[in-house]
Each structure stands twice: as structure tokens, then as C-alpha cells.
């Protein structure tokens, strides 16, 4: 699987989102990261070994702790690809509006 559809596919899962959004914080222990969720420690770290293999997280260790961290590189390539379609459907939305535009427009040099 290439890695922006790991990528994708970690970002899938609620939990995980909450967990990166919890990260965007600051650095945090996994008993940390798993406060708010009603699952055992090992669900949590189940979902953060998900995370850090799609490098969306890291750990370090610093003594007896051992810090998870966001790493933002990877969603740099699922920003490249939501601007991508963003550009298309805002191009593509413009042109809509520019014919309702031209049809709501009456012709000019019509009598009415």
C-alpha cells in the first residue's frame, strides 16, 4: 500500500483523529492520550501503533517516558491531494454560477 493511502486509512478512524488532535496540543503519554476514551490502554495503543506507522506520530524515549508527538509530514500529501480536488470543484462551481448567472440575465435588445 503506498503511503498516502496509509496515510488515509489511519486518518479514517475517530479515534486517531481525536488522538492527533489531542497531539496538535503538545506531546503526551499514552495513559494521557487515553483519558478521554472509554477502551482499555491497549485498544489506545493499538491506535497509536496505527498512527505511528503511517509516521503520523512519533515516541520518543526520555527516561521512564516515552512521549507521543505529531509529525505533520504525511499530511502534507493528503493536503496536496484534497487542494487538488478543491481547485477542481471551485473552478467547476464557478462555471456553474457563471451559466445561472447568464441564464437568470435577461438577452439584451428583447422586448418585452
Wanted: glycine residues 6%; neutral net charge; hydrophobic residues 40%.
Amino acid at each position: 500500500m503506498d503511503s498516502l493511502s496509509i496515510t488515509l486509512s489511519a486518518l479514517a478512524d475517530p479515534t486517531r483523529r481525536a488522538i492527533l488532535a489531542r497531539l496538535m496540543l503538545g506531546e503526551a503519554s499514552v495513559n494521557e492520550l487515553a483519558e478521554p476514551f472509554d477502551m482499555t490502554l491497549a485498544a489506545v495503543s493499538k491506535h497509536i501503533k496505527v498512527l505511528e506507522g503511517a509516521g503520523l506520530i512519533s515516541r520518543s524515549k526520555q527516561a521512564q517516558w516515552r512521549p507521543c508527538r505529531l509529525e505533520a509530514g504525511p499530511m502534507r500529501d493528503v493536503a496536496g491531494l484534497v487542494e487538488s480536488y478543491r481547485r477542481f470543484w471551485e473552478q467547476n462551481l464557478d462555471q456553474l454560477d457563471a451559466y445561472l448567472t447568464k441564464l437568470q440575465t435577461p438577452e439584451s435588445g428583447t422586448r418585452n
